[in-house]
């Protein structure tokens, strides 16, 4: 198994603080906008859906992707957020360490998928797939799933995240590769060849709740936003089911 690994770990969490707070900004300057951290893979849809909310209700919701493990330490040394949109596990872990205000909202859930480019079809997991290593920066042990779906014959590249996965595919760098259903809407050149089975790896579920940092103006709104059936339509047509 060839193992193809960016080193990029060190600067993993210089990168994700300066990104958590935009720039030239301060506690004493008063803005409508507000700001939400997320998972990584999260971030195309929930600027998708902030994009919504904007256009009904006028304010801003800026989105900052965070690898998953960064996103507790982050709220811990208090960089400022309003909003938090993450996996339950890890939003279990933030409400028992106080850093959520009230009950948590969701859950929308996910499925991994192995994509290739359109027009491939199975005949590229006879080639070589690229998948998330076993790192802070992946929410899925990459290298377990090609096991339990039989395919560890092929050669393997083993990246950062899923965001590399979808790089290296749409580079013709690998034929298949492993990725949330949730970014294939924003990669069109790709698509499903295989949906990995819940007994493989079960679907992400993922939850909101508006954090004890916020200072900005009515966060709950962005949140009732997401679960009012015009904000479950927009994360639905970006892959992300609701269970409600």
């Known amino acids: ?45 929930l600027s998708r859906a902030s994009d919504r909310f904007h256009e009904a209700a006028g304010v801003r919701v800026r989105v900052f992707p965070t690898s998953p493990g960064l996103l507790l330490p982050q709220l811990a040394r208090k960089v400022q957020n309003d909003l938090l949109f993450t996996q339950d596990t890890i939003m279990q872990a933030a409400t028992v360490a106080g850093l959520v205000a009230g009950t948590p909202a969701g859950p929308w859930s996910i499925r991994y998928v192995l994509a ?21 920066a992946a929410d899925v042990d990459g290298p377990s799933v090609i096991r339990a779906l039989h395919l560890g014959e092929q050669a393997v590249l083993g990246v950062l995240d899923t965001a590399e996965v979808a790089f290296l595919l749409e580079r013709s760098e690998a034929e298949a590769g492993l990725l949330h259903a949730s970014e294939l809407a924003h990669h069109p050149s790709l698509e499903v060849v295989r949906t990995v089975p819940d007994a493989v790896v079960p679907p992400l579920a993922f939850q ?31 892959g992300l089911e609701s269970s409600a």
Not at 10 to 24: F, R, T, Y
Not at 122 to 133: E, F, K, N
């Open 1 to 45: 198994m060839t193992i193809l690994r960016r080193r990029l770990l060190q600067s993993l969490p210089l990168l994700s603080l300066a990104a958590a707070k935009p720039q030239g900004t301060s506690d004493a300057v008063t803005t409508t906008d507000l700001v939400l951290n997320c998972d990584t893979a999260m971030g195309p849809a």
């Open 116 to 136: 290739a480019r359109r027009g491939v079809g199975d005949a590229a997991l006879r080639g070589r797939i690229t998948i998330p290593d076993r790192t802070p």
């Open 208 to 238: 909101v709740a508006v954090t004890t940092l916020a200072r900005r103006p009515n966060p709950q709104a962005f949140v009732d936003f997401l679960l009012s059936a015009a904000g479950r339509a927009t994360l639905s047509a970006q």
